[in-house]
């Protein structure tokens, strides 16, 4: 393996760990997998079918469009979320199919 494929590499790794450091908690890989049913959806849609509170909600929203996995977009009073980066449903996929024994 020459410098340059160990260098992509390592930068395929960290992109990899970014990811699951983003989406690693229950609440996140919720809204992503509803989001990947829905074009978009409210704050307010995703705390009533998640029924988990608007704070905490928007606090995982926030956190997720910071780091490029969310896009937003604010239509009067309402802000609605979608996926920005929808690779990121392969990677639940993957997870839901693992048979891992833990």
């Known amino acids: 393996m020459t410098i340059t494929e160990k260098n ?22 919720a809204i992503i997998d509803l989001l990947g049913t829905q074009e978009r959806m409210s704050v307010k849609e995703l705390a009533r079918v998640l029924e988990c ?15 490029g996995i969310l896009r937003a ?4 009073q309402n802000r609605y979320y979608s996926l920005k980066e929808r690779d990121v449903l392969k990677l639940i996929a993957c997870i839901e199919n693992c048979e891992c024994r833990m």
């Open 8 to 29: 992509q590499s390592k930068e395929k790794l960290e992109k990899a760990a970014f990811i699951l450091k983003t989406v690693a908690h229950p609440t996140r890989l």
């Open 53 to 67: 509170e608007q704070s905490l909600l928007s606090h995982h929203l926030i956190n997720m469009k910071l780091k």
């Open 73 to 76: 977009e604010q239509e009067g």
